[in-house]
């Protein structure tokens, strides 16, 4: 079972758009919500993360928007450039201090 | 300061033998986790160490078992391998049981034939 769900599989974006990821959980338990980045032959690098008591977190071009009711969170990389192409990872962190991964997005920014 | 560091870089077995994966993590963390990443998957927990005990596992069968040493290296076991086994093994560390954040290494490429 996927305990947490994440959209789409790829992602084609012009330079300088807005690339836009989805990812959905089910389990109340998660308390910690990370998206990771990782570039082909390199292990995932942590990007932004956030709590589920904040609705927004922005850090640069990155920003996360958060919807606890709805049990929904999102990536939005603004200004899109060619060295952002890679797959983007979301993930939770339970209680239990274990965590879950999407199945990831192939992002390609065209130049 | 080094990061995470894994050791080899890609393994090839055939099916049936046994493998060891090498993981030390990053300076001041001690507490090592171990995921599988298949190809176009993301990462699968499989087990986590801390004090040099197993504190969490996954859902993998017991032909994966690890190790954890007093230095707080780590290594990862698979016995009998499938071909199912191939993927990107990856090694996670943190400072404590309880950080969030956890840095990954490069992760090891294991093709069994």
């Known amino acids: 079972q996927q305990q947490v769900k994440q959209s789409p599989q790829s992602l084609i974006v012009q330079k300088g758009g807005i690339s836009i990821i989805n990812c959905a959980y089910e389990?109340?338990?998660?308390?910690?919500f990370p998206w990771y980045q990782q570039f082909p032959g390199k292990g995932p690098a942590l990007l932004i993360a956030i709590r589920p008591d904040v609705s927004e977190k922005k850090e640069g071009r990155f920003t996360i928007s958060f919807n606890k009711s709805a049990k929904q969170f999102s990536l939005h990389i603004m200004d899109s450039q060619p060295g952002d192409s890679a797959t983007y990872f979301c993930?939770?962190?339970?209680?239990?201090?274990?965590?879950?991964f999407g199945t990831g997005t192939s992002l390609t920014v065209i130049p | 300061d080094a990061g995470v560091t894994q050791s080899p870089t890609h393994l090839i077995k055939t099916r049936g033998q046994q493998v060891t994966l090498r993981c030390s993590p990053k300076?001041?963390?001690?507490?090592v986790s171990w995921y599988q990443q298949a190809l176009g998957q993301g990462p699968q927990f499989i087990f986590q160490y801390y004090e040099e005990e197993e504190r969490q596992r996954g859902n993998f069968p017991d032909r994966f078992s690890g190790h954890q040493f007093p230095n707080y290296s780590s290594e990862l076991n698979v016995n009998a391998l499938l071909l199912g086994d191939s993927a990107l093994y990856l090694c996670?560390?943190?400072?404590?049981?309880?950080?969030?954040?956890?840095?990954f290494g490069p992760g090891t490429r294991l093709l069994v034939l």
């Open positions: 300076s001041g963390h001690d507490t």
């Open positions: 389990n109340t338990a998660f308390d910690y």
């Open positions: 993930a939770a962190l339970n209680t239990g201090n274990q965590f879950y």
């Open positions: 996670a560390s943190r400072r404590g049981l309880s950080q969030e954040t956890q840095y």
